[in-house]
């Protein structure tokens, strides 16, 4: 198991990564976090009661119309098997209708804030947050505009944390 800290201006979470089911995603996130591609990114769609989804280079630019639209030129197979439970950390990913095997976003993640089951079997989940999901809750709960993109950024910077073990 590996960790990541996701630092932000409301706080500080703490993830767990799932390197035996997930670790093509693990591996993933944790190269991505270790080159500093995270550093600057957003939460660029933050739903109550549902999810908070950030990672997109896109999103350290000020045109809001383009977050959620980037990442890196690679995807990552599927690894399906985890809950979307609330706390579980995810990989997004293009609809099925042009991604049938369902490979993931090479950068984009969301963290559910509630269980959300009906997401089983879809996605593949590669982490799960072990401190901070008052943050996460804090960052669900923000004022956001029509695309449900937070009023004013939610920045990150993402650390990875040396095994022990």
Do not use: C, W
Not at 19 to 38: Q, R, V
Not at 84 to 95: F, I, L, T, Y
Not at 146 to 164: C, G
């Amino acid at each position: 198991m590996s960790t990541v800290k996701i630092e932000t201006s409301l706080g500080t979470l703490t993830i767990r990564l799932n390197t035996e089911s997930a670790p093509l995603h693990s591996a993933n996130f944790i190269k991505l976090a270790s080159e500093g591609y995270f550093n600057g990114t957003t939460f660029h769609r933050v739903i109550p009661g549902f999810m908070i989804q950030g990672g997109d280079p896109n999103s350290k630019t000020e045109d809001r119309f383009t977050h959620g639209l980037g990442g890196p030129s690679h995807t990552i197979p599927a690894e399906i098997g985890l809950k979307n439970k609330r706390g579980s950390v995810a990989a997004a990913r293009k609809g099925d209708a042009v991604n049938p095997k369902r490979e993931s976003s090479g950068s984009q993640f969301y963290i559910n804030v509630a269980d959300n089951g009906f997401l089983d079997g879809q996605y593949s989940v590669f982490g799960e947050v072990t401190e901070g999901m008052d943050v996460a809750d804090k960052i669900a709960a923000v004022a956001r505009d029509q695309r449900d993109n937070p009023a004013e950024r939610i920045e990150m910077k993402v650390l990875v944390s040396e095994d022990k073990g």
